[in-house]
């Protein structure tokens, strides 16, 4: 049984010299597309993996490089895809540069 999960959103605004993660500048991504991808990736492992998660913890990049809508969309998706009755702690990486009230309701 998974209890700790990682959840890598490689998008940054902009590219730090000391950074070694897999990462993109916005622009060419299609971020819709990867959320869709990365939850449908989620609900295949969270069955095959017996995913039942103490802590989630979403960096990169920064999650918070994504839209609004999009943020959401990956949030309730990951809501939907897991049993969270175990959940004890939900962080993710965020950038004053790309976070604001909007995105924190």
């Not at 998974?2 to 959840?7: E, G, K, N, S, T």
Request: glycine share 10%; net charge neutral; charged share 20%.
């Amino acid at each position: 049984m998974v209890r700790h999960l990682y959840i890598h959103v490689p998008f940054c605004h902009r590219i730090c010299p000391y950074c070694n993660f897999y990462k993109h500048t916005p622009g060419g991504t299609d971020h819709g597309a990867f959320v869709g991808a990365l939850l449908a990736e989620l609900r295949k492992r969270s069955v095959e993996c017996n995913l039942i998660p103490e802590t989630i913890y979403m960096g990169g990049g920064t999650p918070t490089a994504l839209s609004g809508k999009h943020l959401e969309t990956l949030l309730q998706g990951i809501a939907n895809a897991l049993d969270l009755k175990h959940l004890t702690e939900w962080g993710i990486e965020a950038n004053p540069a790309t976070f604001n009230r909007d995105k924190a309701q």
